[in-house]
């Protein structure tokens, strides 16, 4: 069974710039979720969706952030533009059922 | 407000010894708990995990105790390998329906060979 995917792995920009970041579920995933983890943090949700729905975004910087979920499968998060603060690592993580998560190899994003 | 704390940054271990990772948590209402481990440059992987209808689930090296009355779990790894060396996070589920999970901050071990 092929795990979660991401693109890329790793991201320079400059702030003000913007980047997309793409994931790739587990097949028959219904939840998929997208994670910042800042240097010395733990994963921070910013976003999970239902299938195509959102379920819960309270946590997504909506001014700058923004997620969609194609067809139930694939997602995308992009921020525009970005901020220094916004260095981190991004993980989409799957999930069927209440039991647990799997996670992506995540994308390291650099602001500079 | 931290609903998942893990107070120890960072813990070290000879090998073949327990080691013991603890986590806090404040929410009473969580039902489902996990641990997962990460290696540099990867995702976490899932571990272990407890249902909080139980105080100690066991699989191989890795046992998860859970002290509902303190809000407490721990992560025991006996005995511990060099292999084991990585960054540990406890994980708690919201009863919501959502399967919203919240992190604590993690706990870096290190097992010396």
């Known amino acids: 069974e092929a795990g979660v995917a991401q693109s890329p792995r790793y991201k320079i920009i400059e702030k003000r710039q913007s980047v997309a970041f793409w994931c790739n579920p587990i097949?028959?995933?219904?939840?998929l979720y997208w994670y910042q983890q800042i240097l010395g943090q733990g994963p921070k949700l910013l976003i999970q969706?239902?299938?195509?729905?959102?379920?819960?975004d309270s946590q997504l910087p909506k001014d700058r952030f923004s997620a969609e979920r194609l067809k139930g499968v694939d997602s995308t998060l992009k921020i525009q533009p970005a901020k220094l603060e916004d260095s981190a690592v991004y993980l989409c993580?799957?999930?069927?059922?209440?039991?647990?998560?799997?996670f992506g190899p995540g994308t390291r994003l650099t602001v500079t | 407000d931290q609903q998942v704390k893990q107070n120890s940054p960072s813990l070290s271990v000879q090998e073949g010894r327990i080691s013991i990772l603890n986590c806090d948590y404040t929410?009473?209402?969580?039902?489902?708990f996990l641990w997962y481990k990460k290696y540099p440059a990867e995702g976490p992987t899932f571990l272990i995990s407890?249902?909080?209808?139980?105080d100690k689930n066991e699989d191989g090296r890795f046992t998860v105790f859970l002290n509902k009355s303190a809000k407490h779990l721990s992560l025991h790894i006996v005995p511990s390998q060099p292999g084991d060396s990585a960054v540990y996070f406890c994980?708690?589920?919201?009863?919501?329906?959502?399967?919203?999970?919240?992190f604590g901050t993690g706990t870096r071990l290190k097992v010396l060979a």
């Open positions: 993580a799957s999930s069927q059922g209440p039991y647990g998560q799997y």
């Open positions: 969706f239902q299938n195509n729905g959102v379920v819960d």
């Open positions: 929410n009473s209402m969580f039902d489902y």
């Open positions: 097949s028959g995933h219904a939840t």
């Open positions: 407890i249902s909080s209808i139980k």
């Open positions: 994980a708690a589920r919201g009863h919501s329906g959502t399967y919203k999970y919240i």
